[in-house]
């Protein structure tokens, strides 16, 4: 993991091997963005325009490299694009300062140390800052040859690992503030990277039982408490959801419980995540060119797991129960069937007529599961419907909800974060579409409105009287395109950052 110090000294006498400077998109060219005055004053007063000479304009994301000015212990200067300049307060919003400290952080891979000098015009931008250069710095590597320490030294010099320091200039070492907000961005940066490593991790080697293991070590290590059921203990417990999705599979299903409690606790949150640790389709096979990122399909769990960590490790006063429901989709001679019925831990019998569509089954059992404890709210987070990617696209999670108000807290909190969510409605006439002639409801309703049905079935297995809201994370669980901002290619760890902010809310009393 990068790390991250604050520091007051100059730009001119910090031993590092680049300079990070903001520049804006202004009206007749590139600003050079606050923070940067020591830098643009040693090239007097110029940097802007050379910035432009050498084809910058200030646009997002957009990064510059130059040699640093004469006298500079740093050789060289990275101007990053903030986009617009500011037209009102002349501050640059926590998401722009996140993703302009990403795209620099990823741009300077290979590198022992940098100092980042962008707008710290409060603590809300320390903590920008330092999270977007700690997740931008993010690499994935194990399966490299550069990750197992290559023994050709060529090699292991030509490979670039992460960023491997963050000096915030500006950021003061002794300001509570500034510190407090330094050590929330690295609990959370690291935690959301772990989420990532879990999500890029192949099948081979991440299954329910291995997951569930990893989930017992980290809580060993943060003093939550972690219980798991095996198989037996599922079958024993009447787990018909989670035990049909993995009967196909020779790596058998699991229900993982993380605790974390505090004392001064007068809210309990209950977080519920799909963890299908690969997903074939089952009988139900997925056609080719529709599997091959299928690792993927265990996101929810994975933020889920990443978010009780999280909570945990910043001592947040709220009690915080995670629920990672783990299957493997297989086809085989023991895999359930469209036509079967199983009957669920709630009690309710499901006819599956697709057995593609797994993730409402495990997290039906989940949810009910984590009612019996009448937590004050559920939030269950899924890669859980293609229609909600055709509904919003690549980069936007869906989110639904049994109360207005609630949905609306989540969608908030996301906004807060910086993460692109939208609400979206639970139709009740969507509801008879499931109805079957052999069991109480069907796994699949109508073809239109995929998503919204997938949220109507949750809804069925949620406590009576029990808040609750369902994120459809299928979109922006995983970036099969370039990287951009802080978010690289493959597992994004999404949904992370909104469920520690909700458990941030629910501390503060703030839940709507």
């Known amino acids: 993991m990068t790390a991250l110090t604050l520091s007051t000294a100059a730009a001119s006498g910090l031993r590092a091997d680049a300079i990070v400077v903001g520049v804006a998109k202004g009206a007749k060219g590139p600003v050079v963005a606050p923070g940067a005055e020591t830098v643009d004053k040693a090239y007097d007063g110029r940097l802007a325009g050379l910035l432009e000479t050498l084809g910058a304009s200030g646009a997002e994301g957009e990064v510059t490299k130059l040699p640093a000015p004469s006298g500079f212990k740093a050789p060289l200067v990275v101007a990053v694009g903030l986009g617009a300049q500011p037209d009102t307060d002349g501050s640059f919003g926590a998401e722009t300062l996140r993703r302009a400290a990403g795209a620099a952080a990823r741009a300077l891979a290979g590198s022992k140390k940098a100092a980042f000098a962008l707008p710290l015009a409060d603590t809300d931008a320390v903590g920008a800052v330092a999270e977007g250069a700690l ?13 197992r320490q290559a023994k050709d030294a060529a090699k292991a010099k030509a490979a670039k690992g992460p960023l491997a320091e963050v000096a915030l200039l500006g ?43 990893i989930a017992q070590g980290a809580g060993k290590e943060h003093g939550i408490k972690v219980t798991v059921l095996d198989e037996k203990a599922l079958a024993k417990g009447g787990y018909g959801g989670i ?89 085989s001679g023991t895999a359930t069937r469209p036509g079967d019925v199983l009957r669920m831990y709630s009690g309710k019998t499901v006819e599956v007529l697709n057995t593609d569509a797994e993730g409402r089954l495990v997290l039906a059992d989940a949810i009910a599961k984590a009612s019996e404890d009448a937590p004050d709210a559920i939030v269950d987070v899924a890669t859980l419907t293609g229609a909600m990617m055709l509904a919003l696209g690549n980069r936007t999670f869906g989110i639904m909800a049994n109360d207005d108000a609630f949905r609306s807290v989540v969608h908030e909190a996301a906004e807060e974060v910086g993460e692109a969510a939208w609400p979206m409605p639970l139709p009740d006439h969507l509801r008879k579409g499931m109805d079957s002639p052999t069991a109480d409801i069907a796994n699949m309703g109508e073809r239109y409105g995929g998503g919204l049905v997938a949220g109507l079935f949750l809804k069925e297995f949620v406590g009576e009287g029990i808040t609750w809201a369902h994120l459809d994370i299928a979109g922006p669980a995983f970036n099969e395109g370039g990287p951009f901002g802080y978010t690289p290619k493959g597992g994004t760890g999404s949904a992370v950052r909104t469920l520690v902010r909700l458990a941030e809310r629910a501390a503060a009393g703030d839940l709507g």
């Open 135 to 147: 997740l931008g710095a993010y690499s994935f590597d194990t399966y490299k040859e550069n990750g």
């Open 243 to 331: 035990l049909g999705v993995g009967a196909g599979s020779a790596a058998t299903p699991r229900l993982v419980q993380l605790t974390y409690t505090h004392a001064k606790a007068t809210k309990h949150l209950a977080f519920v995540g799909k963890g299908i640790t690969y997903d074939s389709g089952g009988i139900s096979l997925k056609p080719a060119g529709h599997n091959e990122t299928m690792k993927c399909d265990m996101s929810g769990a994975a933020a889920v797991f990443a978010a009780v960590v999280a909570a945990a490790r910043l001592g947040l006063e709220v009690n915080v129960t995670g629920w990672l429901a783990l299957a493997e989709n297989m086809p």
């Open 171 to 213: 950021a003061k070492p002794r300001d509570r503030a500034h510190k407090a907000a330094a050590e929330r961005a690295v609990a959370v940066a690291e935690e959301l990277n772990r989420a990532r490593d879990l999500i890029n991790t192949p099948p081979n080697d991440l299954d329910p039982a291995a997951f569930a293991a």
